[in-house]
């Protein structure tokens, strides 16, 4: 069953995975803060991305360029063209922007005025670098973070000694002076990528685009999306990037909607050769065995991580009317069991004494938490009774829950509930870190 966004919204603000941003001042559109859970959350999407980047592809290494950079990367780019701008018009009264394409009538949706013709507005934040604000110094803040990667492209192949095909992975955050405001964290103004550029020989991109493609669906099937909610779209010539000489979109099936949450692109020649073109340089490769000279083609792989972890939230999202529970006061209540990934769950193991004012209960269980924080992202929770705790546990995706009772001081063992099936297992704590390791592959 899919999932209204606004419990999605309201599980975030509750368990402290998103905030809306500047919240105390009324808020600010299209921006978002990521709160204790949700940076873990982030922070496991992008290094699961990582580690399949850079740890289970070969040829593939990373780099963490600046968000500022030479305004000349934005010409070479076609940034600074119409190449990246939004078909806006413009409220001759409340000055607001809109889409052309998404308005029902000619006048303005928020106050009714008469609208301007349709024209271009760059998509790019602009900002000032040294004391005088003018356009010699102006900058902008990247719109995408694989610019960074193009520029370095001899620095990476020189010190690294990489040899054709290879891969340049980077993560980092990315602005874009969007106007449409809705759908939750779905389109921001500041939202961070996860970019692969692989360069190759001309004469293979096809078939790299392909494996690349096929590559980055296993991805999301590896950790928990299922099929029939990916999909891939093929876009037509006019609807491309302006860099693209082939694209696919990888959308998700979100409660508002099929919507793009990863892009794969064959970007031909395009940047290398206009980077080489504005920036005078040599951005040619050398191939050792022909004895010559060419200009790499790019397959790049660029995903959102605000949008991968929105749809990975809507997946996990699992609604039980009347709850799991037998008591008849738990059978009233409706619980949220979020069915992350194990790799992605922002807590791994929960901590829980059986009952909270036994001292030596507590004192035990304060001990487990000591020997698995430093291996596992830990919480220990003696907060109200053991079933709230395991619905607390539930709806954060916690996999395991470890419960230390009166029998565990006799014997030196736990319970382990398991979020899914609620099954339980009695373990012997000398071997906890491991068998805490091996539940959780
Ligand atoms: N370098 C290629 C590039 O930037 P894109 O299709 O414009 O391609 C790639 O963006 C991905 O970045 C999108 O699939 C989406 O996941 C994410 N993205 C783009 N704009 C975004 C925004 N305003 N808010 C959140 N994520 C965004």
Redesign the pocket.
């Known amino acids: 069953m899919k999932t209204d966004i606004e419990k999605i919204i309201s599980l975030c603000k509750r368990r402290g995975i998103v905030f809306p941003s500047s919240e105390i001042y009324g808020g600010f559109a299209s921006c978002y803060d990521f709160g204790p859970l949700g940076v873990e959350l982030k922070n496991n999407i992008k290094r699961a991305w990582r580690d399949e980047m850079t740890k289970f592809h070969e040829n593939i290494v990373g780099l963490d360029a600046g968000i500022l950079m030479s305004p000349k990367i934005w010409k070479a780019s076609g940034h600074l063209t119409a190449g990246f701008a939004d078909e806006l018009v413009e409220c001759k009264k409340c000055h607001k922007r809109f889409k052309k394409d998404e308005l029902k009538s000619q006048k303005c949706p928020e106050c009714n005025g008469e609208l301007t013709k349709s024209r271009k507005f760059n998509l790019m934040l602009k900002t000032f670098v040294g004391s005088v604000e003018s356009e010699a110094t102006a900058t902008y803040l990247r719109?995408?973070?694989?610019q960074g990667i193009y520029v370095n492209f001899l620095n990476v192949l020189n010190s690294a000694r990489m040899k054709i095909p290879f891969g340049v992975a980077q993560v980092g955050k990315?602005f874009?002076n969007?106007i449409t405001t809705k759908n939750f964290?779905?389109?921001?103004?500041e939202?961070e990528?996860m970019?692969m550029q692989w360069f190759c020989e001309s004469k293979t991109s096809d078939k790299w685009f392909k494996y690349w493609k096929n590559e980055r669906l296993k991805w999301y099937y590896d950790l928990g999306i299922e099929k029939e909610n990916l999909r891939i779209i093929e876009v037509p010539e006019k609807e491309r990037?302006h860099y693209a000489k082939k694209q696919i979109?990888i959308e998700y099936k979100f409660p508002f909607g099929w919507k793009?949450?990863?892009?794969v692109?064959n970007r031909g020649d395009y940047d290398l050769s206009n980077h080489m073109k504005h920036s005078g340089e040599d951005l040619r490769y050398y191939d050792e065995q022909s004895k010559k000279k060419y200009i790499p083609h790019i397959i790049?792989t660029?995903?959102?991580v605000?949008?991968?972890l929105l749809a990975f939230l809507c997946e996990a999202y699992t609604e039980i009317k009347g709850g799991r529970t037998k008591t008849t006061k738990a059978k009233k209540e409706e619980e949220i069991v979020l069915k992350l990934n194990r790799r992605l769950a922002p807590v791994k193991a929960a901590i829980l004494p059986l009952v909270k004012n036994k001292p030596e209960l507590t004192k035990k269980a304060k001990q487990v938490y000591e020997l698995l924080k430093p291996h596992f992202a830990c919480q220990y929770d003696e907060l109200g009774s053991i079933g709230r705790r395991y619905r607390r546990q539930d709806e954060i995706g916690t996999p395991l829950c470890l419960t230390i009772d009166f029998e565990s001081l006799e014997n030196n063992d736990l319970t382990i509930r398991f979020r899914d099936t609620m099954k339980q297992e009695r373990v012997k704590i000398d071997e906890l870190t491991e068998t805490v390791r091996n539940k959780l592959v």
């Not at 719109?143 to 694989?146: G, H, L, N, R």
């Not at 964290?185 to 103004?189: A, D, G, V």
């Open positions: 719109p995408e973070t694989c990315a874009r969007e964290i779905f389109r921001l103004l939202f990528q970019e990037a979109d793009e949450i990863e892009g692109h790049e660029s995903a959102g605000e949008r991968i």
